[in-house]
């Protein structure tokens, strides 16, 4: 079964700031994708950004980018420039063959001004 | 495009009662997966539909079950409600097994 840790419960960062926010996972399979999703407080999941697992190219959208060691399984999101609107809870969640998506504890984010 | 629909939004609930949350995925998805998530925590798999059948299920009892018909809109219902119960209901939505797109959620409390 696959597992998720997000070490970081809770973080906070300054405006315009970058923030790291970490992940590590296990799964036994070789292809699979890797996900972060943002739930800010009106409650809808978000997709952050995503990556492949075969990919050795960073994801990158935007102000958001990923960090991917698959030898490590770990996969941090890296938030550039923070804005108020950042504020959220972010989890990593890996897909993979027939599972479904797997979610971790999630870490709180805010951002202040 | 309306995305991923849920309803009711909020729900109060008797113990021992029985509720039905309804979801109509995003246009041009023909799979559901329900989830819920108690307060503080990460979304925890309820089960997936796909083709009008459960395919997958996670770890929660009998009591909980669904159904999808043939326009992919999806039901969750709960017998027998326990205080335990109480979380917020998502519904995601996807093409088979590609990116999930969720609702807003159902909230539901059980007094």
């Known amino acids: 079964a696959q597992t998720v840790t997000q070490s970081q419960p809770e973080m906070s960062v300054q405006e315009a700031e970058t923030v790291t926010l970490s992940c590590t996972y296990d799964?036994?399979?070789?292809?699979?994708?890797l996900f972060w999703y943002k739930q800010p407080p009106s409650r809808q999941m978000i997709l952050v950004i995503r990556q492949e697992a075969y990919k050795q190219q960073n994801a990158t959208e935007n102000r958001f980018s990923v960090n991917f060691q698959k030898a490590a399984k770990s996969f941090s999101l890296k938030i550039s420039d923070s804005q108020l609107g950042d504020t959220a809870m972010y989890f990593c969640?890996?897909?993979?063959?027939?599972?479904?998506?797997?979610f971790g504890k999630g870490t709180r984010l805010s951002v202040i001004a | 495009d309306a995305g991923v629909t849920q309803s009711p939004t909020h729900l109060i609930k008797t113990r021992g009662q029985q509720v039905t949350l309804r979801c109509s995925p995003k246009s041009g998805h023909d799979t559901v997966s329900w989830y819920q998530q108690a307060l503080g925590q990460g979304p925890q798999f309820i089960f997936q539909?796909?083709?009008?059948?459960?395919?997958q299920r996670g770890n929660f009892p009998d009591r909980f079950s669904g159904h999808q018909y043939p326009n992919y809109s999806s039901e969750l219902n709960v017998n027998a409600l326990l205080l335990g119960d109480s979380a917020l209901y998502l519904c995601?939505?996807?093409?088979?097994?590609?990116?999930?797109?969720f609702g807003q959620g159902t909230r539901l409390t059980v007094v």
């Open positions: 969640a890996p897909l993979s063959g027939n599972t479904p998506l797997v």
């Open positions: 539909y796909y083709e009008e059948e459960e395919r």
């Open positions: 995601a939505s996807s093409l088979r097994r590609g990116e999930a797109f």
């Open positions: 799964t036994s399979e070789n292809n699979y994708y």
